[in-house]
């Protein structure tokens, strides 16, 4: 290696923060970072970076104190739902304190659909929430319909009604499994991939796409219902609940999950609503909050359905509310099925739409949660700015109010119940 | 030379060799069991592409071990880093010696072959725990104390289970053990609570699923091998399906009457046919009982470590002691 003068060398961003806060610390009357006879402690230490802690929480997070030690879960662990890292702080199996870093799937999504044109940004934001493809692009599809000043035509809400509760139904059906897989049982995941499976196929049928459908269009939806996906539709109506009640079964009275998940990870009503928690997560936690109700989009004030909440907030509660979300969504279906008006399923719009300058914003009910999409537009092809809320990013929040005082093989079962998507999170 | 020496050590080799040839089969069995009986069970194929049905497939994998590289971590003590797979393999290997096959098939027809038993295989965890340390992981550490914590907690329930069934046959010699089952019924019968202490336990001694704490892969990645690789890592898991199998064995001895036959068929045939007789007995009830292990570990999910103690000591033990003070009184009072 070649040997670097230090009297000529340029700094580094890192130690040039370092000198800087230093500067501020001495302006404070505050003793600077480094100790004066000698390097910073952390320097020494396997597991902690070595730099000062740049934050309040990263100087209470690297503090370790006898007894006690830092374990990374992930980025290359197997139940970090993705590529997610969890800085955990043990003593012995307890964890002390939790600490999620973020950032290690993003793609730049925003920034992405900020340089497409409207109609494919609908694309672009398929692989965000890889669980919940359809809702990505409902949110931003009702957006720019707000932006453009157009409708979708009847029969085009009633399909988009349609395929976005297929797509919750195998959404939380996956959370079922995973739930299960993080403590331990192999079976209820392969079953619930099954159920997904059919839907999927179902999704492919009318869309072209197994898993980022690109289906939604400013103004209406890809293609009319054909006669595969009707007859699949029957098929799989007819088997869902004996598919659902299996796994159910296998899972719901077992008492080895029962042990688990009850009392565990309780998240308080009043605590959720001040983190922004959204979705089953809120619901589970005793608080009636569901966009599709308190502001309704798309058909859904013409449609009958509950606002189911749990009292416990636990994770089993999650779980409960997961399965009552499933038969809530395929009350829904059914009721669609019976309602859907015939028509065109796409609203004159041109190639490549020019909305006037403004704003908009749509948040609709994704099965993680609000997720929301702010849009403005300056009259140009392209979306000024596109930014979306992603609901698994905020339920990830809660992670540290939950976990700590629990133990190690708990993080993952608690993690689960919150069922965060990381291609979501990280965008 | 002295003959009897001479012949007593031919009759040790190749008793050992036997055993340790026969680890192989079975381990091999297992994982194919595994794989095959869990697909089924997820309703998928499972392996089907190498031998008719995939039946070579664990075959494949074991050679597979063996061709792979056997990397040791830069910080490891390297020297404990190697001995740990062999500790836990010879502890299943060596407990296999008194194993009862057969009437004339045991290799060590010990007197006190229960407490040489119980003594042998706990061995394992030394293995498990110097895995742990050795490895300079904290993954491994923690799955290296988990197993300490959880396989000597189990141990005790474990043994005093089947305390009941010696104090009624009187003997701790597993051949007369079951000379006494073939007089009186098989223990299954006599000491039903000891079968489900027995049976809760050697699950949690065994690592199998729903007490898998040592390997738990959703928490741990995996436990005191997440390190290991190659060979090494083989020995681990071979050592694992031995171990199952040789509880299974051992569960069979005791509560099931070993190689006898049941109820429609004569128990026991006199002569080398005999001796095949009763190896098939004891082979077909000891894989019913793998079996079942394999399908426990389909269904059920695992057991939080807390939980997991607290059922040894709070729940297994009592009962077990229970068990023991009726069984006590009903010999004394019966003389039976």
Redesign the interface.
Known sequence: MTKIDPETRIPDPIELDRIEEDRLRAVAGLAPMRSPGGEYAGFDQVGIPDRPPQTEREREIYAIEEGE?L?NMGPQ???THGVMRLLVKVRG?IVVDIDPVLGYLHRGIEKLCENATYTTVLTYVDPMDYLSTMHNEHAPAIAFEKLYGVRPPKRAEYIRALVVELNRVFSHGLMMGFL????????PI??AF?NRDEIVDLLSAISGQRMLFNFFRVGGVNFDTNDEFLSRLGTWRSNVMKNIEMNER?ITD?E??R??TIDMGTLSGQDAISLGVTGPNLRASGVPFDVRRAHPYSIYNELEFDVITQPGGDSYARYLQRIAEIKQSIHLIDQIIDKMPHGPVQAQVPGIIRPKPGRAYAAIESPRGLYSVYAISDGGPNPYRFRMRDPSFISLQAMPKLMPGR??????AIMASLDPVMGGVDK | MDFDLLLGVGRFLLATTLLLLLTVPTAFIIIQMEMKIIAQMNLRFGPNRIGPRGIFQSTIHGFKVLAKEDTVPDQADRSTFTLAPWMVYMAAAMSMLVIPFAPGAIAADLNIGIVYFFAVLGLSVVGLLVAGWASYNKYSLLGGLRSAAQMVSYEIPLTLSIVGAVVLAGTLSFSELIAWQLEHGWLLVWQPIGLGIFYVSSLAEVNRTPFDMVEADSELVAGPFTEYSGMRFGFFFFAEYVALFIMSGILVSLFFGGWLAPWPFPAQLGGFGGTLYGAFWFFLKTYIFVFIAVWLRATLPRVRVDQLMGMAWKVLLPLALVNLFITAIAVVVFDL
């Open positions: 030690m374990i662990h197997p139940s199996e299960a897989l993080d403590m331990g049982g192999l079976t392969l079953y099954i296998m077992n080895i999950f042990a688990r133990l190690v093989a708990d993080t993952m």
